[in-house]
């Protein structure tokens, strides 16, 4: 039996989101279309993006539908960012541990003249509403934070950070994708401006997503040749992909409520990883997302531990699945002050409702066998032993 612990990769479609799926597959209209074909397919596309909208208390028509969360991250920086140099302004605060899809887009302005700050990035994984009000200028056209980070999974306080900048009149744009589905998000509420989403991150289909923009706010399209989406993302939607994230986020936002059982499961995980000597567990205990437990060995390869986690049936990851083909450490970890040499030693382990107590007791027990193995084996861990000079204690 194997035992799937990389939920914050990707997660199993769902049985109602498959199901949504194949019905929308029976109105093969196009949406635009005048016909009755097309004019179901757009009451179905309508009802899906009310559904979604209602979840997150949007209205309707702040709702965007895009290819995925790398695509609506990338529109929502480059939108906030021409609407800011309309106003003289190119100043956009950040943090140091964002998805690559947020990093690179902000990359990408610096080299048309915009000025980004990266915030660091405290110990517990936790960025402060004062570290972005402080760094906030009159010239700040936009605030983007995730919302969980994708790697340690630490949950930012961003309603506090929204109301810094509704206060100051400054964009706020969050990457909800690790959060969506797990976590109540309140667009109102919590002073979202641009919010996106995955749907493959809360057991929907691969390949679409939500770009939330409050009303007022102008989208730069990054898709020309159509008016479809009120003509802010060209191309034909994908009704079955949509009604099916739709379907699945109905009923990963229900699950909400029950957060606290899978919580129990992430502690005693953490728990039982904390037990083996010289580990060290990333970011905050508790203000993390319920399924999340990230750790660092000292001493092993993570590349190693995965393989052999494979080959006994669990599927676990080193960090965000966007590089996992990089020899490169994680970004993320080096922004927390891990060493190169511990950051090479992750691993990432994120449970869903389908995770058992049992599993969680089986991976435990494999992770310790597995990282004495490896340290067994490797002549730094002898080296280490013998000089006592541990990084971690």
């Known amino acids: 039996m194997r035992i799937y612990a990389d939920n914050a990769a990707t997660t199993k479609i769902s049985a109602a989101a498959r199901s949504a799926m194949l019905e929308a597959m029976e109105y093969y209209g196009n949406p635009s279309s005048l016909h009755s074909e097309g004019q179901k397919a757009a009451e179905l596309l309508a009802d899906a993006r009310a559904r979604i909208a209602k979840l997150l208390n949007a209205d309707v028509k702040e709702i965007t539908f895009t290819s995925g969360g790398s695509e609506a991250d990338n529109q929502a920086l480059l939108s906030a960012a021409r609407l800011?140099?309309?106003?003289?302004?190119?100043?956009?605060?950040?943090?140091?541990f964002e998805h690559h899809a947020v990093l690179h887009s902000l990359s990408r302005l610096e080299k048309e003249g915009f000025e980004v700050t990266l915030l660091p990035i405290p110990a517990d994984g936790i960025v402060t509403a004062e570290q972005v009000k402080n760094a906030i200028r009159e010239d700040t056209c936009l605030v983007s934070v995730m919302y969980a980070?994708?790697?340690?999974?630490?949950?930012?306080?961003?309603?506090?950070?929204?109301?810094?900048?509704?206060?100051k009149g400054v964009l706020f744009h969050t990457d909800a994708v690790q959060a969506a589905g797990h976590l109540a998000i309140d667009v109102q509420a919590e002073n979202i401006d641009l919010l996106s989403l995955s749907a493959h991150k809360f057991h929907g289909p691969k390949g679409?997503?939500?770009?939330?923009?409050?009303?007022g706010i102008r989208l730069t399209n990054l898709i020309e040749g159509g008016a479809q989406e009120r003509a802010r993302r060209a191309g034909t939607e994908n009704l079955p992909a949509i009604l099916g994230m739709a379907a699945a986020f109905e009923e990963a936002c229900g699950r909400i409520q029950n957060n606290d059982a899978l919580a129990a499961l992430r502690d005693r995980l953490i728990q039982g990883l904390?037990?083996?000597?010289?580990?060290l567990l990333n970011g905050d205990p508790q203000k993390r997302l319920p399924g999340n437990v990230h750790f660092c060995f000292e001493g092993i390869e993570g590349e190693s531990l995965l393989l052999l986690l494979d080959d006994r049936g669990i599927a676990a990851?080193?960090?965000?699945?966007?590089?996992?083909?990089?020899l490169d450490p994680s970004h993320v970890l080096l922004a927390l002050g891990r060493p190169h040499e511990i950051a090479h030693g992750s691993l990432r382990l994120t449970?869903?409702?389908?995770n058992t107590a049992e599993e969680v007791e089986k991976i435990i027990q494999a992770v310790t066998e597995v990282v004495a193995y490896l340290r067994n084996m490797s002549p730094v861990w002898r080296t280490l032993q013998q000089t006592q000079e541990f990084i971690i204690k």
Do not use: D, M
Not at 84 to 96: L, P, R, V, Y
């Open 351 to 354: 449970l869903c409702h389908e």
């Open 149 to 167: 980070n994708n790697e340690i999974g630490t949950v930012q306080p961003i309603a506090e950070i929204g109301a810094i900048c509704r206060e």
């Open 84 to 96: 800011g140099e309309k106003k003289g302004k190119k100043h956009i605060i950040s943090t140091a």
């Open 208 to 215: 679409v997503g939500v770009l939330y923009a409050r009303k």
């Open 274 to 279: 904390a037990e083996i000597p010289h580990s």
């Open 317 to 326: 990851s080193s960090g965000s699945a966007c590089t996992s083909g990089s």
